[in-house]
């Protein structure tokens, strides 16, 4: 009898062990918040291509298109607007939807991407332009900013002749959504495809007053995001169509030439994909650590993924499912408190979701963020 107690008493003991642990799982496990979906307007057919940063002040903008009467691409959609979403406290809530662009009919702005400049303390929107109505299927490339945490935007600036060649007019090209990118020396850079000629680089060394044009070609490559490296060198993470996998582009020359190598460890549908640096040991980080985002699959949208490099992109962890249904682009930025946020489009393009976690859930208790001391 004794020892049936015991053994009833261990086994109570163990099951409440399984729920304590259950329970403390799903207290972390991330909270996705479904910032643009097509229910939210009857006028609009759907929300895509999401950027988001995080401003000098700790504020999240979250910006995207608003697709009215159809969801194509800029060429084939009369009515593209960019707007954005904000958050004050680390994405808990969020604004009500600001409209930053929004042209007559017939003209559309599409594909945000977004630079802070944590000098200026400004941050910049690039978008690609397109009027339907007098000049199909000629891109114009765009840039409007903000003097306050995206609160209010400024005059947009057509800096398509800086960015550009003239024999460009007619060409298939565009600011590669997402993000850009502030250097160690203050340098502003970004990525624009050019669909006959490759990947180019622009850049601005003036904090955005004027913008210049780097002329190499960098393939293969389709959408990509440029990072800097701790020892300076550049790196491009591509999106290359029908590879199945990435392909990483780098330069210790400030993009004058490149050495190119696919990553096959990088599953990718052809699919825009993030990356970004999370941590230097030159800010007092104690390691430095990259961060990447994408759809896991070598063929299909799904299976969002983010990964961390400790060897500035040599090699990749496995990474954590972030969600493993239909996932198409994403962004990721870091959060004011050292937890890490993506936005991503969801269900087929229905959704557009935002979701914040810590490195400690991210690694399953390996690795956590320490503040580095000032």
Same mark, same amino acid.
């Given at each position: ?197 490759? =990947?180019?680089?622009?850049? #601005?060394? /003036?904090? @955005? &007053? +004027? %913008?210049?044009?780097?002329? $190499? ?33 780098t330069s210790t020359d400030e993009g004058q030439t490149w050495t ?43 299976? =969002?993924?983010?990964?961390? #490099?400790? /060897?500035? @992109? &040599? +090699? %990749?962890?496995?990474?954590? $499912? ?53």
């Amino acid at each position: 009898m004794k020892y049936k107690f015991v053994l009833l008493l261990s086994l109570l003991f163990v099951n409440c062990g399984i729920k304590t642990q259950k329970s403390i799982a799903e207290l972390n496990a991330p909270v996705f918040q479904d910032l643009f979906n097509t229910t939210m307007s009857q006028d609009v057919s759907c929300y895509r291509i999401p950027a988001i940063v995080t401003a000098p002040n700790g504020d999240l903008i979250a910006a995207i298109d608003e697709r009215v009467p159809n969801c194509g691409d800029l060429r084939t959609n009369t009515n593209v607007n960019i707007i954005v979403r904000r958050s004050a406290d680390n994405g808990k809530t969020w604004s009500a939807i600001e409209k930053v662009l929004d042209f007559p009919e017939g003209q559309s702005a599409s594909d945000p991407s977004m630079i802070v400049d944590n000098v200026t303390n400004e941050v910049f929107i690039f978008y690609n332009f397109m009027n339907l109505d007098t000049e199909k299927d000629v891109y114009y490339l765009h840039v409007v900013k903000s003097n306050d945490n995206g609160k209010t935007w400024g005059t947009p600036q057509d800096i398509t002749s800086q960015i550009t060649k003239p024999e460009w007019h007619d060409d298939f090209k565009f600011i590669t959504s997402g993000r850009g990118i502030q250097t160690r020396s203050g340098k502003l850079l970004h990525t624009m495809v050019n669909l006959n000629s490759g =990947l180019h680089l622009f850049g #601005s060394d /003036d904090h @955005g &007053k +004027t %913008w210049y044009f780097i002329d $190499t070609s960098i393939q293969p490559a389709d959408e990509s995001k440029v990072i800097e490296l701790s020892d300076g060198t550049l790196m491009i993470n591509a999106r290359v169509n029908g590879a199945g996998m990435r392909y990483v582009h780098t330069s210790t020359d400030e993009g004058q030439t490149w050495t190119t190598n696919p990553a096959p460890e990088l599953k990718d549908p052809s699919c825009n994909g993030a990356i970004i640096r999370y941590t230097a040991v030159e800010d007092g980080d104690d390691k430095n650590r990259l961060l990447f985002s994408n759809a896991n699959s070598d063929k299909d949208r799904n299976n =969002l993924t983010v990964r961390i #490099s400790y /060897d500035e @992109g &040599k +090699t %990749w962890t496995e990474g954590k $499912t972030i969600y493993d249904g239909p996932s198409a682009y994403s962004d990721l930025t870091i959060l004011e408190n050292g937890d890490i946020g993506v936005f991503f489009e969801q269900d087929n393009y229905t959704k557009n979701s935002f979701v914040s976690f810590s490195l400690d859930w991210l690694t399953d208790g390996k690795d956590s963020y320490k503040k580095p001391e000032k």
